[in-house]
């Protein structure tokens, strides 16, 4: 094999553009597409050999139907184009073979969740066929399918050979110029005003414009050497081997049967590899991972295994006639989330991290590479990177317990999906000073960058406890009570998971008068909606933004955003500005109080005017609630009058009491965040990471009404923005209502506009009081999109294989003019 190996006399170049850290497959990927963008000088370390980490024992299943977001479809199918024509470019074999993915069904709500997935994956040219029981069998005659519904099958997916296709892509990356070095080991990195400046290897310091932490495993060490959070941990992962089985032969398709926790494929000379994610895993590497683990197996732990792989030979009966040729373990890394982490680090500028892939890392490695390579260069993201980006993890995400408990479960998660699934592990350390006031009163709860919130609440003599479905869960009927209290009496719900952050100064306002696409010069007192916008026009962040004072702001974004928007506003922040950014989430609760009767609910417990007169929409005010002073802010995310009361932390329980006393003589009731996220569906309200993200623009998610094109000084993007506004939008975000009661909506699900689809539903949920199905989604043409365009389509939405008539509109339907919300 051709290779680049350094010897022991070989020195590291004093210089280099790029430094990537490792040499795994998203290393080598990474080196691959920046040489093809253009960067000749790359240079790769890795500690021993390329693959030597976990790459080189990867299964090598290369499939695309079974994800469920744009970003992950658009990654696995970048690499399998990617490893299907690496051979013709670079004369390395990857060794990928499109024999073919099964996916295997056996209950009813697994059916039901891939016809949704399939339904979705065809909108991105992936062909997945839902067949019958005895095609399965067919397909696999070794199978036992007494128990089969269906089977979901895409013939372009299939397998590679994981050190091949590192191979291919470390020998393109060095015909495209970079420089590969094997035996070099990376100590430190090296940095300077909160910019990386390079690396110390065992061979001498580089010094670089840009690193990239691919270290897999060891990704969490080598970003701790910067003060950098990457929050991953390792786990034991499995497969078997058996000896040569009659039957099984080179050409079968790669199968997962997601109910075994198991995928099955040929290995070489007709054995059977069955792999496993199991749902109690068991994590591995707590002191640390060794530093000179290479081409390393674990020692299996048989004992906790052997009840998972008898179940899943259940699906081969033969096999268990044949001996074990290999029971093998290797360690991978998982995420607390199970998505990889991804881009540049909060913490240090030009500082990118691609690990973490969760047993993906073949999958996804062409597609992150790609990703890597284009964000750098471009200093943008090409992608929807929301849900990927490392920037969504907090701290407190990567201390070693609570990395090591959660991951515990995250294996499992691989096979596991679900409408709203949360974790079980890791759970209730972060928590608001009601919270147990709230578990006395029926709380159930759920969880979000650790905070824990109430979901709905259970009447008497039911048991707050989380169930899961593609239909109705029995929690449905009391988010729907939640839902009417709302909009007929008053609620109080938990905001306190948002992130709050002070921001002050003499230049705070042109400041963030620069940085928010709405004009913030308002009076002390005001609140103002607004999208922050990156030089392309495009939303990094949806906000609140009120005045205090002339020199102090607070803004509030979403809980997962939190990291993302303190070090958009630092890094925006020009050096010789005079603002203090200061994260203040710790220090209110939000009490949510929310209805038509929540007037009547302040004016038991306040001194002040609570009148439309005295206290308008929009506005802010301290106000006394007991002996606590609060902000209230009348806002509303529901589409009813009320007031979001931020209460000092401290004063929690007093407050809360009050308003639970007080809140007897009227009526009011505790809501969860499902009746929230029903009734913000129900008004249209945007949710960022959800609805939209970091593609759209305002003009694009109906949010035009946010922009203050006029203001003085201008705001970042407005350019594009401009630009856009005279060229027109290419795609619109429109709330959908189904018009038969029934279906459900969760996401993904494809909206079609005159028999051609346009889109697909990006958030969905019941809307109680509209009295179905309702969701936002994009509708999209090449041609433009016109309000016309819109009004003058007849819509379908397509739900586990059957497309329902819908109304789409781009005004709320519910209470279009925003009566209710002044009243
Ligand atoms: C049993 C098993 C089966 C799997 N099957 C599949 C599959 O079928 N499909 C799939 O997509 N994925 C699969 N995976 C997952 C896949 O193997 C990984 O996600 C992927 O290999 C991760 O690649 P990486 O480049 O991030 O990490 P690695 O391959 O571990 O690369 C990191 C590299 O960094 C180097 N390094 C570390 N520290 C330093 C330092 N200080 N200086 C220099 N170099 C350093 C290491 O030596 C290592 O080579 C499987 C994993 C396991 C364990």
């Given at each position: 094999?051709?290779?680049?190996?350094?010897?022991?006399?070989?020195s590291?170049?004093?210089?280099?553009?790029v430094?990537?850290?490792g040499?795994?497959?998203?290393?080598?990927?990474?080196?691959y597409?920046?040489t093809?963008?253009?960067?000749?000088?790359?240079?790769?370390?890795?500690?021993?050999q390329?693959?030597?980490?976990?790459?080189w024992?990867?299964?090598?299943?290369?499939?695309?139907?079974?994800?469920?977001?744009?970003?992950?479809?658009?990654?696995?199918k970048?690499?399998r184009d990617?490893?299907?024509?690496?051979?013709?470019?670079?004369?390395?074999?990857t060794?990928f073979?499109?024999?073919?993915?099964?996916q295997?069904?056996?209950?009813p709500?697994?059916?039901?969740?891939?016809?949704?997935?399939?339904?979705f994956?065809?909108?991105?040219?992936?062909?997945v066929?839902?067949?019958?029981?005895?095609e399965?069998?067919?397909?696999?005659?070794?199978?036992?399918?007494?128990d089969?519904?269906?089977?979901?099958?895409?013939?372009?997916?299939?397998?590679?050979?994981?050190?091949?296709?590192t191979?291919?892509?470390a020998?393109?990356?060095?015909?495209?110029?970079?420089?590969l070095?094997?035996?070099?080991?990376?100590?430190?990195?090296?940095?300077?005003?909160?910019?990386?400046t390079?690396?110390?290897?065992?061979?001498?310091?580089i010094?670089?414009?840009?690193?990239?932490?691919?270290?897999?495993?060891?990704a969490r060490?080598?970003?701790?050497m910067?003060g950098?959070?990457?929050?991953?941990?390792?786990?034991?992962?499995y497969?078997l081997i058996?000896?040569p089985?009659e039957?099984?032969h080179?050409?079968?398709?790669?199968?997962?049967?997601?109910d075994l926790?198991?995928?099955?494929?040929?290995?070489?000379?007709?054995?059977?590899?069955v792999?496993?994610?199991?749902?109690?895993?068991g994590?591995?590497?707590?002191?640390?991972?060794?530093k000179d683990?290479s081409?390393?197996?674990l020692?299996?732990?048989?004992?906790?295994?052997?009840?998972y792989?008898?179940?899943?030979l259940e699906?081969i009966p033969?096999?268990?006639?044949?001996?074990?040729?290999?029971?093998?373990?290797?360690?991978?890394?998982?995420?607390?989330?199970?998505?990889?982490?991804m881009?540049e680090?909060?913490?240090l500028?030009?500082?990118?991290v691609?690990?973490?892939?969760?047993?993906?890392?073949?999958?996804?490695?062409?597609?992150a590479?790609?990703?890597?390579?284009?964000?750098?260069?471009?200093?943008?993201p090409p992608?929807?990177?929301?849900?990927?980006?490392?920037?969504?993890?907090?701290?407190?995400?990567?201390?070693p317990?609570y990395l090591?408990?959660?991951?515990?479960?995250?294996?499992?998660?691989?096979?596991?999906?679900?409408p709203?699934?949360?974790?079980?592990?890791a759970r209730?350390?972060?928590?608001?000073?009601m919270?147990?006031?709230?578990?006395?009163?029926g709380?159930?709860?759920?969880?979000s960058?650790?905070?824990?919130f109430p979901?709905?609440?259970?009447?008497?003599?039911?048991?707050?406890?989380?169930?899961?479905?593609?239909?109705?869960?029995?929690s449905?009927?009391y988010t729907?009570?939640?839902?009417k209290?709302?909009?007929?009496?008053?609620?109080?719900?938990?905001?306190?998971?948002?992130?709050k952050?002070?921001v002050?100064?003499?230049?705070?306002e042109?400041?963030?008068?620069?940085?928010?696409?709405?004009n913030v010069?308002?009076?002390?007192?005001?609140?103002?909606?607004?999208?922050w916008?990156?030089?392309?026009?495009?939303?990094?962040?949806?906000?609140?933004?009120?005045?205090?004072?002339?020199?102090?702001y607070?803004?509030?974004?979403?809980d997962?955003?939190?990291?993302?928007?303190e070090?958009?506003l630092?890094?925006?922040?020009p050096?010789?500005?005079?603002?203090?950014?200061?994260?203040?989430?710790?220090?209110?609760?939000?009490?949510n109080?929310q209805?038509?009767?929540?007037?009547?609910?302040?004016?038991?417990?306040?001194?002040a005017?609570?009148?439309?007169?005295?206290?308008?929409y929009?506005?802010?005010q301290e106000?006394d609630?007991?002996?606590a002073?609060?902000?209230?802010?009348?806002?509303?995310?529901?589409?009813?009058?009320?007031?979001?009361?931020?209460?000092?932390t401290e004063?929690?329980?007093?407050v809360?009491?009050?308003?639970?006393?007080?809140?007897?003589?009227?009526?009011?009731?505790?809501?969860?965040?499902?009746?929230?996220?029903?009734?913000?569906?129900e008004?249209a309200?945007?949710?960022?990471?959800?609805?939209?993200?970091?593609?759209?623009?305002p003009l694009e998610?109906?949010?035009?009404?946010?922009?203050?094109?006029?203001?003085?000084?201008?705001f970042?993007?407005?350019?594009?923005l401009l630009?856009?506004r005279?060229?027109?939008?290419?795609?619109?975000?429109?709330q959908?209502?189904?018009?038969?009661?029934?279906?459900?909506?969760?996401?993904?699900?494809?909206i079609?506009r005159?028999?051609?689809?346009?889109?697909?539903i990006?958030?969905?949920g019941?809307?109680?009081t509209?009295?179905a199905a309702?969701g936002?989604?994009?509708?999209?043409?090449?041609d433009?999109?016109?309000?016309?365009?819109?009004?003058?389509?007849?819509?379908?939405?397509?739900?586990?294989?059957?497309?329902y008539p819908?109304?789409?509109?781009?005004?709320?339907m519910?209470?279009?003019?925003?009566e209710r919300?002044?009243?």
């Open positions: 094999m051709e290779m680049n190996s350094t010897t022991d006399t070989d590291v170049p004093a210089r280099a553009r430094v990537i850290v040499g795994g497959v998203i290393g080598c990927s990474v080196a597409h920046l093809k963008l253009g960067w000749r000088d790359v240079v790769l370390l890795e500690r021993a390329l693959t030597a980490g976990t790459t024992h990867a299964a090598g299943l290369v499939v695309t139907g079974t994800f469920a977001t744009e970003t992950t479809i658009n990654m696995s970048y690499s990617l490893y299907a024509r690496l051979e013709e470019e670079t004369g390395q074999d060794g073979r499109p024999v073919g993915y099964l295997i069904a056996s209950n709500e697994r059916v039901d969740k891939l016809r949704r997935i399939s339904d994956a065809r909108g991105f040219g992936i062909e066929a839902e067949i019958s029981t005895s399965v069998k067919e397909m696999w005659p070794l199978f036992e399918t007494n089969v519904l269906a089977g979901f099958y895409t013939a372009d997916d299939g397998r590679a050979n994981p050190v091949d296709v191979m291919a892509l020998k393109g990356a060095r015909m495209g110029g970079a420089r070095m094997e035996g070099v080991r990376v100590t430190g990195i090296n940095h300077a005003k909160g910019r990386v390079g690396v110390s290897t065992d061979r001498g310091d010094e670089a414009e840009f690193v990239v932490n691919c270290g897999g495993l060891w060490e080598i970003g701790l910067a950098v959070n990457v929050p991953l941990h390792a786990a034991e992962h497969y058996t000896e089985l039957g099984i080179r050409d079968l398709p790669i199968v997962e049967d997601p926790f198991s995928y099955f494929r040929e290995e070489a000379g007709g054995k059977l590899m792999g496993m994610f199991e749902p109690v895993a994590p591995w590497g707590m002191d640390g991972i060794p683990f081409f390393g197996e020692p299996p732990d048989m004992d906790r295994l052997a009840p792989f008898e179940a899943a699906r033969t096999a268990k006639n044949v001996g074990i040729h290999q029971f093998f373990c290797g360690p991978e890394s998982f995420t607390p989330d199970m998505s990889p982490l881009g680090a909060p913490e500028k030009n500082f990118f691609a690990a973490g892939f969760n047993s993906l890392g073949i999958i996804f490695g062409g597609g590479g790609n990703i890597i390579a284009q964000w750098m260069v471009d200093g943008l992608d929807d990177i929301r849900a990927v980006d490392i920037d969504r993890m907090l701290p407190f995400q990567g201390t317990k090591h408990d959660r991951t515990v479960e995250m294996i499992g998660w691989q096979y596991i999906s679900w709203g699934l949360a974790p079980h592990t209730n350390a972060r928590k608001a000073p919270h147990d006031r709230l578990a006395e009163a709380a159930c709860f759920g969880t960058a650790g905070w824990e979901l709905w609440f259970a009447p008497e003599g039911v048991e707050p406890k989380v169930s899961y479905s593609w239909g109705r869960t029995k449905f009927a729907a009570a939640e839902h209290a709302t909009r007929e009496g008053v609620v109080m719900m938990d905001l306190t998971h948002m992130s952050f002070l002050q100064g003499r230049d705070a042109k400041v963030l008068n620069r940085i928010c696409a709405n010069s308002v009076p002390t007192g005001q609140c103002v909606y607004t999208q916008l990156n030089e392309r026009g495009r939303i990094e962040a949806d906000l609140t933004v009120m005045r205090l004072a002339e020199d102090r607070f803004v509030v974004a979403g997962v955003i939190h990291t993302h928007v070090s958009w630092k890094r925006n922040t050096e010789d500005a005079h603002v203090a950014v200061s994260d203040l989430t710790s220090g209110y609760v939000i009490l109080i209805g038509p009767k929540s007037r009547e609910l302040l004016n038991l417990v306040t001194s005017d609570v009148s439309n007169e005295a206290f308008p929009r506005s802010m106000i609630i007991g002996y002073r609060v902000m209230a802010l009348r806002l509303t995310y529901v589409g009813e009058l009320g007031w979001e009361l931020y209460v000092p004063f929690t329980l007093h809360f009491d009050r308003l639970v006393e007080a809140g007897a003589d009227v009526g009011l009731r505790h809501a969860g965040l499902n009746a929230l996220e029903t009734l913000r569906l008004k309200y945007r949710d960022y990471c959800h609805d939209i993200d970091n593609l759209d623009t998610a109906g949010l035009r009404f946010a922009v203050d094109f006029d203001k003085p000084g201008g970042i993007g407005k350019e594009a630009k856009q005279e060229e027109g939008v290419k795609a619109r975000l429109v959908f209502l189904l018009e038969d009661p029934e279906p459900l909506l969760h996401a993904e699900e494809p079609y005159d028999g051609v689809r346009v889109g697909y990006k958030a969905g019941y809307g109680h509209l009295g309702v936002l989604g994009p509708v999209a043409n090449e433009g999109v016109t309000p016309d365009f819109v009004k003058s389509g007849s819509y379908e939405i397509e739900v586990s294989g059957t497309r819908a109304r789409a509109s781009l005004r709320p519910y209470d279009p003019k925003g919300i002044r009243s």
